[in-house]
């Protein structure tokens, strides 16, 4: 074989071991159904409990007029509270499952082995508030754990993940969801304490985190959402761009100056839409813990890029679009032990997805009598 032929098998060797391993199917069915029941459930309590319930009692003025208003929402808040117990439940099955499959089929560094460690430490504090109400310094010990356990989990997805828009994305996250368990940490600590200093920087870090939250959730399209780029040579892929990037752009633009528009256009007009905006961001700062300071343009932006991302990986049954399902709809704030369950099993399930290791013996194997022949070579690129 001659030295470019030798070379070319070595990149085609490296190229196959090299190929993505993050299938759910390869887990396992028990895995595999266990997980899609948690996004499932998850995304259902989401909108029955933490949002609709929040809608009912935004629309209690409107119940005295329209009499099937109340029995409506109460009823559906009343299956987002059994879904609550049942997303607990899965969760708590889908961490264990995918904790003993980490164990049993990779190969973990000592810091993947702390981080389970620390997880398997969360659910037994979760099991322990069940039977004892936890005090502001059992939430101080939870959170704590929490922030060790996310840690070290996600040094263990940056370990694994070489490319650069994945790597931007998970710290991103990372420090977002940090800067809301920073301020529950320092704020109950204070109150704890009983000192009437005000703790350094929570505000700022609220902040900054929601701001940090907002940004991942644009971000998580440039790490997993490839597929629209307009410079691609597939006409159907770049008639769907431009679709996806026009239809963007406009939302986008219009959300953005709606308010001044309407203000030149109808200024009572304008007042209404204010109003009905402050209702939804109402709504969703006590279902997902956004306060929407940021313009709400931003927001739909992030939810636009993280919805078609999120459903791009589940069509091709990534382990990756389940991950960052649950890691976005348990919010920014953590006030409920199953929001925070539900943030550490998507990082969980998203370190399964990465490249399978190379292939050890691909260099061994240009070496081989075997591989002296052009036919040898064509069999085993087959």
């Known amino acids: 074989m001659s030295p470019s032929q030798k070379g070319m098998f070595v990149i085609k060797a490296a190229t196959i071991g090299e190929r993505l391993h993050g299938k759910i199917g390869e887990f396992g069915p028990l895995f595999e159904y266990t997980i899609k029941l948690v996004l499932l459930a998850s995304f259902l309590e989401l909108v029955l409990y933490r949002l609709v319930s929040r809608l009912g009692m935004h629309l209690s003025k409107m119940a005295a007029t329209h ?13 987002g509270a059994w879904l609550l117990n049942v997303v607990a439940i899965l969760l708590f099955m889908g961490l264990i499952i995918t904790m003993v499959h980490r164990s049993a089929t990779q ?58 828009t994945q790597r931007i994305f998970g710290l991103t996250y990372f420090l977002g969801i940090s800067g809301w368990l920073y301020y529950q940490i320092l704020s109950t600590a204070y109150s704890l304490a009983g000192t009437l200093a ?47 990037w026009a ?93 925070t369950l539900m943030v550490i099993l998507g990082v969980m399930l998203l370190t399964l997805d990465r490249a399978k290791p190379p292939v050890a013996d691909a260099t061994a194997a240009t070496a081989s009598p075997l591989m002296e022949s052009p036919e040898g070579l064509v069999t085993e690129q087959v």
């Open 107 to 164: 190969a973990q560094s000592a810091l993947a082995k702390a981080g389970t460690a620390c997880a398997v430490l969360l659910l037994l504090l979760t099991v322990g508030f069940l039977f004892v109400q936890p005090a502001m310094l059992g939430s101080v010990i939870y959170n704590s754990v929490a922030v060790l356990t996310l840690s070290l989990f996600m040094w263990d997805y940056l370990a694994t993940h070489h490319e650069r």
């Open 67 to 79: 009499p099937w208003i109340t029995p409506t929402f109460t009823a559906l808040t009343e299956i």
């Open 247 to 339: 239809t963007a752009g406009v939302i986008f633009t219009t959300l953005l100056f709606t308010d001044y528009l309407l203000e030149r256009y109808n200024p009572a007009l304008a007042s209404s839409v204010r109003q009905a905006s402050q209702g939804i961001g109402w709504i969703f700062q006590f279902g997902m813990g956004y306060t929407f300071y940021l313009p709400f343009a931003i927001y739909m932006a992030g939810l636009l890029c993280w919805s078609y991302t999120v459903i791009k990986l589940l069509s091709m049954g990534r382990v990756a679009g389940y991950g960052i399902g649950l890691m976005f709809m348990a919010g920014y704030a953590l006030l409920f032990s199953n929001l």
């Open 198 to 244: 005000a703790p350094p920087l929570v505000y700022e870090f609220h902040r900054a985190g929601e701001a940090l939250m907002v940004l991942a959730s644009i971000l998580v399209f440039a790490a997993y959402g490839q597929g629209l780029s307009l410079r691609t040579k597939n006409r159907r892929q770049r008639h769907r761009a431009i679709w996806f």
